[in-house]
């Protein structure tokens, strides 16, 4: 057996309903789809797709060049 740690940002559908769990007192137990909580779905399906969710971080590459009294230029 091997044990992994996933971040809640790897697995946002757990960590719904976790926060889900915790601030309710109902119980909730399903194989179906159709019977999670809205939030869950939505989170489930862009796991399932594949497809990211939340906060997007673009990183831009500035390119600086420099001009010398020569003409050359440095990159």
């Keep these: 057996m091997q044990i992994k740690h996933c971040f809640r940002e790897g697995n946002q559908v757990a960590d719904c309903l976790a926060k889900l769990a915790s601030s309710s007192h109902q119980m909730l137990i399903t194989q179906l789809y159709s019977n ?4 869950a779905k939505g989170l489930f399906l862009l796991d399932k797709w594949q497809l990211p969710n939340g906060t997007i971080v673009v990183f831009v590459s500035l390119r600086i060049s420099v001009v010398l009294r020569s003409g ?4």
Excluded at 36 to 39: E, I, T, Y
């Design 36 to 39: 999670l909580p809205r939030r």
């Design 72 to 75: 050359l230029a440095l990159l």
